[in-house]
């Protein structure tokens, strides 16, 4: 698995939740709360490595990779 199977959920400034891949530009998607953000990223990343970046600005995994 490579980095393509990793997503970072991240608060945005509109107070919604982003959800990418590392070093993208662009959100994949974007929910209205936390919870939706973490189904989301399960849906479009099953057995990927799933990280949310608190607004501590450090990473919690939510999901690791299957190995």
């Not at 970072?8 to 919870?35: F, L, M, T």
């Not at 849906?43 to 990779?65: C, T, V, W, Y």
């Amino acid at each position: 698995m490579g980095k393509h199977d990793e997503l970072i959920i991240e608060k945005r400034d509109d107070g919604r939740w982003g959800i990418k891949k590392p070093h993208a530009e662009r959100v994949s998607a974007v929910e209205d709360n936390q919870r939706e953000a973490i189904d989301r990223a399960k849906e479009l990343a099953p057995e990927g490595d799933i990280k949310l970046k608190g607004l501590d600005g450090k990473f919690r995994h939510i999901q690791k990779k299957q190995r």
